[in-house]
């Protein structure tokens, strides 16, 4: 079973970048069909898929936050890191990182991050 681990800080800055990190235990984060994704929830709203990466190490991101995400992936530390520039109070959620593939589907924990001065 593949593990999720979402670590970052839970306060940031307006106008700063939030950087978080998704470390994978159980599995690897090349293993063919496998996509990796960050979802999160804004306080009171349902959830909305960030963005991700592919096996092969292809990045997707939602349109909307296109110009201002980054995700990537460090196949050595077996993680993927999300980097969100130029945050405002509307960035405020709990993140969660996701991997599914055609027959599972995990979820870390998730992790509140405030977007606050």
């Known amino acids: 079973q593949v593990r999720l681990q979402e670590s970052g800080p839970g306060l940031v800055r307006p106008s700063q970048t939030l950087s978080l990190t998704c470390n994978v235990s159980g599995g690897s984060i090349t293993t063919s069909s496998y996509y990796w994704s960050w979802i999160r929830q804004p306080p009171g709203k349902g959830l909305e898929w960030v963005g991700g990466?592919?096996?092969?190490?292809?990045?997707y991101y939602r349109p909307s936050l296109k110009n201002r995400t980054s995700i990537s992936r460090d196949t050595s530390e077996n993680q993927f890191t999300l980097q969100l520039k130029s945050v405002t109070p509307e960035d405020t959620a709990v993140y969660y990182c996701?991997?599914?593939?055609?027959?599972?589907?995990?979820w870390g924990q998730g992790t509140q991050v405030t977007v606050s001065t």
């Open positions: 996701n991997v599914y593939t055609a027959a599972d589907e995990f």
């Open positions: 990466v592919s096996y092969s190490g292809i990045s």
